[in-house]
């Protein structure tokens, strides 16, 4: 029942910004924690950055420096702020959250992805 949809992808040149949005609906009686991933044509996908419930975050060294990550409990959302685009940024963005979705348990879900491409 729960649903987490990422929006604000596209194309952008290299050196640009672009920020990505993912918001979680359905039945939440709290987030853990919410995630971004990215995985590129035939490589593996990559944990970026991570935010837990408590505000904590952490950076992938790729993109340390460049992204920051974000929330708004209120709407149940994340951000992700991408600055200083580089062509390898280039990928498919997917958001992961872990979810109370139950009273007894807490499950991980995952986003349709958003295509980010950064040209040069």
């Known amino acids: 029942q729960v649903q987490l949809v990422e929006s604000g992808g596209g194309l952008v040149q290299a050196g640009g910004s672009l920020r990505l949005s993912c918001a979680a609906s359905?039945?939440?009686?709290?987030?853990?924690?919410m995630r971004w991933y990215r995985q590129a044509p035939g490589k593996q996908r990559e944990l970026i950055a991570t935010?837990?419930?408590?505000?904590?975050?952490n950076y992938a060294d790729s993109v340390k420096g460049r992204f920051t990550i974000s929330r708004d409990n209120a709407k149940n959302t994340v951000y992700l702020q991408m600055n200083s685009l580089k062509p390898e940024d280039t990928s498919v963005y997917y958001c992961?959250?872990?979810?109370?979705?139950?009273?007894?348990?807490?499950?991980?879900?995952w986003g349709q992805g958003t295509q980010v491409t950064v040209s040069s």
């Open positions: 935010i837990t419930s408590g505000g904590s975050t």
């Open positions: 359905g039945s939440i009686y709290g987030i853990n924690y």
């Open positions: 992961n959250a872990r979810i109370r979705s139950t009273i007894w348990a807490s499950d991980d879900y």
